[in-house]
């Protein structure tokens, strides 16, 4: 059975301090992980897709990468904006209707 | 607006009523799932189509729960004799089958329900 494991589950930083959320995960044939971002109250919002071992994205103060067993995100000088819930999720390749998702890293930017 | 749209978005209803949800997803996308939330979980797989066609349903997904997408738009769920356990978050998603992109999945607001 497909399982995502995320840490550290809260996280509080000062604004401009960086540091990096982890995704454990287990999947027979990985087809993709996915990261969200949600705000309270509100569905997931899409951020990125990786697809192999090495691979890195980008979208302003966020980096993902993903190894063969976990990935990560790492933010960059965050600011109170980027306050929310981190989901990760992974998809097998034997199955492409269903994501595993693990239960976030909810994130708190002080300024 | 283009995205995923769910109706109503809060249902408060008394245990052992029936209640029925909407989601309308983007319209180019053929792929719809349905997706249950608690309060500090990640989303769990209830149930997914491809089109008008049911491909899989989660083991977590009682006799009480049917959903339905009549000619591959807008889809429904609905929970018979609802109990308190039901309470959640119902978000629905919607993707592209085209193989060629990721499928990543694009989510609605979400509906919470309160059963008391």
């Known amino acids: 059975e497909d399982q995502v494991t995320q840490s550290p589950e809260a996280l509080r930083l000062q604004e401009g301090e960086s540091s990096s959320l982890n995704c454990s995960y287990t999947v027979s044939g990985l087809r993709g992980l996915f990261w969200y971002r949600q705000d309270p109250g509100k569905g997931p919002e899409f951020l990125f897709t990786l697809y192999s071992a090495g691979e890195e994205k980008e979208k302003e103060r966020l980096k993902a990468t993903l190894t063969k067993k976990e990935s990560f995100l790492h933010i960059t000088a965050p600011k109170p904006e980027d306050s929310a819930t981190y989901l990760c999720a992974v998809q097998a390749r034997t199955n492409a209707g269903k994501s595993t998702f693990g239960d976030g890293t909810t994130l708190t930017v002080k300024p | 607006d283009t995205g995923v749209s769910q109706d109503p978005r809060h249902k408060i209803t008394k245990r052992g009523q029936n209640v029925t949800f909407r989601c309308d997803p983007i319209?180019?996308?053929?792929?719809l799932y349905w997706y249950r939330q608690t309060l500090g979980q990640g989303p769990e797989f209830l149930t997914y189509f491809q089109n008008e066609a049911q491909l899989e349903k989660s083991r977590l997904l009682s006799d009480r729960f049917s959903a339905e997408r009549p000619k591959g738009s807008f889809s429904t769920l609905e929970i018979q004799r609802t109990e308190q356990g039901d309470s959640a978050m119902y978000l629905c998603?919607?993707?592209?089958?085209?193989?060629?992109?990721?499928?990543?999945?694009?989510f609605g607001p979400g509906t919470r329900l309160t059963v008391l």
């Open positions: 998603a919607s993707s592209d089958r085209d193989f060629s992109r990721s499928n990543e999945q694009f």
């Open positions: 319209s180019e996308h053929n792929r």
